[in-house]
């Protein structure tokens, strides 16, 4: 099936997918713990059962069972070596569903892949090119299958669905879907929001986008609201059958089919136009949803068509969150300094392979007001490919700021680009015919915005007429590749002021007419028109504000300029942009000029990086100066480990480094974490930090004490669980705070956690689930513990987890998350109240 097939087959009217697989199958006699790809194709009459009952629900399309059959999870079980057979037989079964429905309906089989279970790198170990192979792999005998598209579901990782898309559009031509699985707070378990997910995927190119499993169709209206502002692309709403809840030993959800049906009619009038079920819906409920669908009138009402042109499209964004770039909003500053040329100390830190000064100059050019990080790696003696590569890896955890990548390499752009987990700028494409026809296909392929800098092979242009031609022409070779004004940001290219008189009225001229005649976003590199010059910052800041008036959209300048950044926010004072008197207040509080006599003190306007204040506003004013706490809280391991090593040869007292900076510092990035300040990702790298700088003092601190800690945790996720994330948090959020964990790993029996948990005089028994069909298991390790009268308490705890549920099965205590686990496991033990 091509894309325009896709995209036509959905347009005759909402597209109705199948229901759940998993929960269905158990019900018909699978049991829990086994490979569910072996059991289908053991029992292949109970699929194609299901299947053919939703296609007579009136089902469009029918999910291939090759979930989880990629190679990574294929493993467990020790069938990796048969992953090309097993999709293929997988995928036909879903054909012979349709071939025994006789059905004069056209129903789609979509190839189905999800998450390895495995975390990528700088988070976990998995390359992000390794995973991408694995996607490819099971994806290419899904397209010998012959599956009409690939469907990719249930992630809760923004880099993962990057990874599964590049997989898709380099394995085939088959059109993608991908729907994403959020938490109550509206984000995945990584941190994505939303908007950040249908942006990003809908400038890789994507064919539908939505969210599936997660909750019920009730609670997932704003997540198809809010994805609706950022593509005008179909929507997927793929819900569960309301809530998990423990009834007569089971696991039951609490929405039938009428209230099911009548819930989706909500989101389909949201926005979404795609709709199926997730875990817990039947055949009965995919019947009453078409049923519904068609009294109410809605099932030809096409929302994605009516999009176009009202989303936001003008866009840059982090894993994590977009940055909006409007035509009339808030100036932006893109901060110029992580780049080597001129600035020997970052020189020979790169060339000794330290990020610490690169960490530095990001964090204090987001602190002085920088939207966004030009990222330069260009300088003797180093490998720049493999260099940008680092500092992407590194600034990705460090900041939730978007990326500029800069680099005269198409090679190094490209690197940069492919393991971005957000949507990033590239500075710049010209017109160089060479570089214009290698990075334009790079652009649209990664989703990338960029910078067009109206050069030739021929040089400057020679008047401000071929500067208009050179813009005319990138933006229309760019629009070959499905690129959009909005996708890009044209350079003024502004000249120096010394040896052009026109330098500054030809730039306006530029920014004027492509703000008010192209519709486009424009930038430049402020400091060239100043070159050469006396007291620079004045002619900077002032050119600033004639520029903002002119329409500029941001500039290349170096936000530490206290002068030049009190310009930015005075022009957008002086022109009404929204909110920019609370902005304009705020900024001249926080970064107060020197006055002397009645004159900008000159050294006031000489501030640089190296003069800023380290402490981020994440660092308590009582830590700020407490180093080992602030790379603690930044997940700075390397420096960390530096920091506390150095301490300890200067006579520190080791436990007093734990005690009143390590643990305070991952203490307070609990609470970041708390207040959606920080999120997964951030949480890991603090963490492996605390733990790497606890590694090293444990050994000076046995030879002090007899070894007793806090307490004795076993830690475990449950048999035929395979998730281990959370777990492995909690485990060293424990660690790190003193107790003794014993971690079993993942899908281990209860039998075995209970030999641990007496073999070991556990104190307390942690059990992790992140699947519903697994949840039970917790239950078994509680009765167990009833049964022998054992001593210690159980705490769960896993993203299907619920205070009630814990409740229901007797267990001691719930931990909502890693911080509140650590908080639950003291009021259990008794050291906290």
Request: hydrophobic share 40%; aromatic share 4%; glycine share 8%.
């Amino acid at each position: 099936m091509t894309r325009k097939e896709f995209q036509e087959f959905i347009a005759k009217g909402k597209m109705i997918l199948d229901g759940a697989t998993g929960s269905n199958l158990q019900k018909r006699g699978m049991p829990t713990g086994v490979c569910p790809e072996e059991w289908i194709l053991e029992h292949p009459d109970v699929l194609v059962g299901l299947q053919r009952e939703y296609i007579e629900a009136g089902s469009d399309v029918l999910y291939a069972p090759t979930f989880s059959g990629n190679r990574i999870k294929l493993e467990e079980y020790g069938l990796a070596d048969q992953i090309g057979e097993m999709n293929r037989k997988l995928a036909g079964l879903s054909f012979e569903a349709i071939r025994q429905a006789d059905t004069d309906r056209q129903v789609l089989v979509a190839g189905d892949i999800t998450m390895t279970g495995q975390q990528l790198y700088p988070v976990g170990n998995l390359p992000f090119e390794e995973l991408v192979d694995i996607y490819k792999e099971q994806i290419g005998y899904l397209v010998e299958a012959g599956v009409d598209f690939i469907v990719v579901e249930t992630m809760m990782s923004l880099q993962e669905c990057r990874a599964a898309v590049l997989a898709v559009k380099e394995a085939s031509e088959l059109p993608v879907m991908v729907t994403l699985t959020f938490a109550e707070d509206g984000r995945t378990l990584f941190g994505t929001n939303p908007e950040t997910a249908a942006l990003v995927m809908t400038a890789m190119g994507v064919d539908a986008i939505g969210v599936n499993c997660s909750t019920g169709p009730d609670k997932m209206v704003s997540v198809i609201e809010k994805m609706g502002r950022y593509t005008a692309l179909p929507i997927v709403a793929k819900p569960n059958a309301g809530l998990p809840q423990l009834v007569d030993g089971e696991t039951v959800y609490d929405m039938g089919p009428e209230t099911f049906a009548e819930e989706m009619c909500v989101l389909a009038e949201a926005g979404a136009d795609v709709l199926g079920g997730c875990c817990g819906t039947t055949p009965e409920h995919i019947e009453k949803l078409v049923k519904r669908l068609e009294e109410k009138g809605i099932r030809k009402a096409m929302k994605y068509p009516e999009r176009k042109g009202k989303v936001v499209r003008r866009a840059l964004s982090t894993e994590r969150n977009v940055l909006p770039i409007e035509l009339d909003g808030a100036f932006k500053v893109i901060g110029e300094r992580i780049n080597p040329t001129g600035k020997k100390a970052l020189q020979a830190q790169l060339r000794e392979g330290s990020l610490e000064l690169v960490g530095e100059m990001a964090e204090a050019q987001v602190e002085a007001g920088a939207a966004i990080l030009d990222v330069n790696m260009g300088t003797n003696g180093i490998d720049e490919k493999e260099m940008m590569w680092k500092v992407v890896n590194e600034l990705t955890l460090l900041t939730d700021t978007p990326l500029s990548i800069d680099s005269s390499y198409v090679e190094v752009i490209e690197a940069a680009l492919r393991i971005y987990p957000g949507r990033a700028l590239i500075n710049s494409i010209s017109m160089e015919q060479e570089k214009m026809r290698r990075l334009l296909p790079i652009a649209q392929k990664y989703g990338a915005m960029f910078i067009l800098l109206p050069l030739s092979d021929e040089g400057l242009p020679k008047d401000i007429q071929e500067k208009k031609d050179i813009i005319h022409t990138v933006l229309k070779a760019a629009a070959e590749y499905g690129l959009t004004p909005e996708d890009v940001i044209v350079d003024g290219l502004v000249a120096t002021i010394g040896a052009n008189k026109m330098a500054a009225v030809e730039t306006l001229e530029t920014i004027r007419y492509c703000k008010h005649e192209l519709g486009v976003a424009t930038a430049c590199g402020l400091s060239n028109i100043s070159f050469g010059l006396p007291e620079r910052a004045f002619v900077n800041s002032n050119f600033m504000a004639m520029a903002i008036m002119n329409g500029l959209t941001m500039a290349i300048a170096n936000p530490s300029q206290d002068l030049l950044m009190h310009a930015v926010y005075a022009s957008d004072l002086l022109m009404n942009k929204p909110d920019a008197d609370l902005r304009y207040i705020e900024r001249v509080n926080e970064h107060k000029l020197t006055m002397v006599s009645g004159e900008v003190d000159s050294q006031s306007l000489k501030t640089s990086v190296s003069s800023g204040s380290k402490a981020s506003a994440a660092i308590p004013e009582d830590k700020q100066g407490d180093e080992i706490f602030e790379a603690v809280v930044k997940g700075k391991k390397q420096r960390a480990q530096k920091l506390v090593e150095q301490a300890v040869k200067d006579g520190k007292d080791p436990q007093k480094l734990i005690d009143e900076s390590l643990i305070p510092g991952i203490i307070h990035v609990g609470e970041l974490y708390e207040k959606q300040i920080y999120y997964l990702p951030q949480l890991i790298s603090s963490a492996e930090t605390m733990e790497a700088s606890i590694d090293y003092l444990e050994p000076i601190l046995a030879e002090k004490r007899s070894g007793e800690s806090l307490g004795t945790i076993v830690i475990a996720t449950v048999e035929h669980d395979i998730h281990d994330i959370g777990k492995n948090l909690v485990g060293l959020m424990l660690k790190n705070y003193g107790y003794h964990v014993v971690d079993l790993g993942k899908d281990v029996p209860a039998e075995t956690i209970i030999e641990a948990a007496i073999k070991e005089k556990a104190d307390i028994i942690g059990l992790s689930a992140l699947m519903t069909t697994t949840m039970m298991e917790m239950k078994k390790v509680v009765d167990m513990v009833h049964e022998q009268n054992l001593s210690c308490k159980v705490l769960i705890g896993g993203a299907v987890i619920t205070q009630s549920f814990a409740d229901e099965i007797g267990a001691d205590g719930y931990g909502e998350d890693a911080q509140d686990t650590v908080n639950v496991v003291g009021r259990l033990l008794g050291r906290t109240e």
